[in-house]
T-cell receptor, first 108, second 112 residues
Framework: DAKTTQPTSMDCAEGRAANLPCNHS???????VYWYRQIHSQGPQYIIH???NNETNEMASLIITEDRKSSTLILPHATLRDTAVYYC?????????FGAGTRLTVKP | DAGITQSPRYKITETGRQVTLMCHQT?????MFWYRQDLGHGLRLIYY???????DKGEVPDGYVVSRSKTENFPLTLESATRSQTSVYFC???????????FGAGTRLSVL
């Protein structure tokens, strides 16, 4: 299974874009990158996933580098409610390994 | 309501007692999962199930038992609870299209 590396924590000003990086240098050609987030005391929530093309949905955008060794989750206009732990995951065989993630704090 | 529900939301038990945590989903998803999350840590997979009557161990299965007699239910049993099993337990389900898991609200278990 490809491992991921994320910064432990990040801050972002309310209304600004939050850019959360993730390294997955051992990812193989057919493995997707998934992003989830967990707001305090709640179950994790799916955000977005991608293979090699950039993806966008109503929650976020996902930028994957051409070599696929890293990706960035972008929350275009962060709000206080986006404060959460964000997990970048490259699952293998339906085994979704959640690491420590990045704790994003959106500040007023 | 449709979705995935866990019960109870909170449970306090004593060392050595048997405890069963329930998980029910209404989407007819094939896959179901049990995770535990200790304070300040990420989720760790306990067991998962690909379909009714099919279960497999995850990362931390010791001390837990699961069953899946019906697609919609995936109970997790602690046969003899220990203090180290104090944790928040999350259940999740997943359909056949993509690795998108949908999580329940969690069960906070305290073993005294």
């Amino acid at each position: 299974d490809a491992k991921t590396t994320q910064p432990t924590s990040m801050d972002c000003a309310e209304g600004r874009a939050a850019n959360l990086p993730c390294n997955h240098s051992t990812i193989s050609g057919n493995e997707y990158v998934y992003w989830y987030r967990q707001i305090h005391s709640q179950g994790p929530q799916y955000i977005i996933h991608g293979l090699k093309n950039n993806e966008t949905n109503e929650m976020a955008s996902l930028i994957i580098t051409e070599d696929r060794k890293s990706s960035t989750l972008i929350l275009p206009h962060a709000t206080l409610r986006d404060t959460a732990v964000y997990y970048c995951i490259v699952p293998g065989n339906n085994d979704m390994r959640f690491g420590a993630g990045t704790r994003l704090t959106v500040k007023p | 309501d449709a979705g995935i529900t866990q019960s109870p939301r909170y449970k306090i038990t004593e060392t050595g007692r048997q405890v069963t945590l329930m998980c029910h989903q209404t989407w007819s998803h094939s896959y179901m999962f049990w995770y535990r999350q200790d304070l300040g840590h990420g989720l760790r997979l306990i067991y998962y199930s690909a379909a009714a009557d099919i279960t497999d161990k995850g990362e931390v299965p010791d001390g837990y038992v699961v069953s899946r007699s019906k697609t919609e239910n995936f109970p997790l049993t602690l046969e003899s609870a220990t203090r180290s099993q104090t944790s928040v337990y999350f259940c999740a389900s997943m359909g056949l299209q993509g690795n998108i898991q949908y999580f329940g609200a969690g069960t906070r278990l305290s073993v005294l």
